[in-house]
């Protein structure tokens, strides 16, 4: 499986935008660039994905490098129900499962 | 439209004992696959079933077995409990056309083994 890097912890403020940062410096070409979070006390939840373009739905937004060895997850407004462990996992077209590392550890401050 | 339920909530069990988790899927949806989760960590992939037959495994040993039945509801199964077993057990339900994207999960079940 392809790796990502995330740091383990971010900081925001409510009301603020909050970045995730994910490096993926071995993707290939069929690898599809995912997001999960995990709020406390429960199952992953998905929260985007994409392939070569940014990315935009009602949780978030993803930015993608031109050169797609690194994107980032945009919160446009942290909320404290935004407080989660968020996942950044590559799957190829011919992959089904998931595999998480560690993830990045949201806190939001208010 | 409905979400995935796991159950038990919570479960203890003794080192040996033998244990089943149960798990329904999402309507709709046609695939179901297993996920350990040890504190602090990421969740690791089990195994994955669709249309009632295994199609994918992780590095987990042969005691963790599972079953699919037709209404796409799951149990995992995992005999000689160890130590190490104690853990959040995640099922996530998909569409098997849906590759990697779309899994809901449920809140999971807490095995602890003393």
């Known amino acids: 499986d392809a790796k990502t890097t995330q740091p383990n912890s971010m900081e925001s403020n409510e009301e603020e935008p909050v970045h995730l940062p994910c490096n993926h410096s071995?993707?290939?070409?069929?690898?599809?660039i995912h997001w999960y979070r995990q709020l406390p006390s429960q199952g992953p939840e998905y929260v985007i994905h994409?392939?070569?373009s940014n990315v935009n739905n009602r949780m978030a937004s993803l930015a993608i490098a031109e050169d797609r060895k690194s994107s980032t997850l945009i919160l446009h407004r942290a909320t404290l129900r935004d407080a989660a462990v968020y996942y950044c996992i590559l799957i190829s077209s011919n992959d089904y499962k998931l595999s998480f590392g560690a993830g990045t550890t949201v806190t939001v401050r208010a | 439209e409905t979400g995935v339920t796991q159950s038990p909530t919570h479960l203890i069990k003794t080192r040996g004992q033998q244990v089943t988790l149960r798990c329904s899927s999402q309507?709709?949806?046609?695939?179901v696959s297993w996920y350990q989760q040890a504190l602090g960590q990421g969740p690791q992939f089990i195994f994955q079933y669709y249309r009632e037959e295994e199609n994918g495994r992780g590095n987990f040993p042969p005691r963790f077995s599972g079953l699919q039945f037709p209404n796409y509801s799951s149990e995992l199964n995992v005999n000689a409990l160890e130590l190490d077993d104690s853990a959040l057990y995640l099922c996530?339900?998909?569409?098997?056309?849906?590759?990697?994207?779309?899994?809901?999960f449920g809140s999971g079940t807490r095995l602890t083994v003393v």
């Open positions: 071995t993707i290939s070409g069929t690898d599809y």
């Open positions: 309507s709709g949806h046609n695939t």
């Open positions: 994409g392939l070569t």
């Open positions: 996530a339900s998909s569409l098997a056309e849906r590759r990697g994207y779309g899994y809901t």
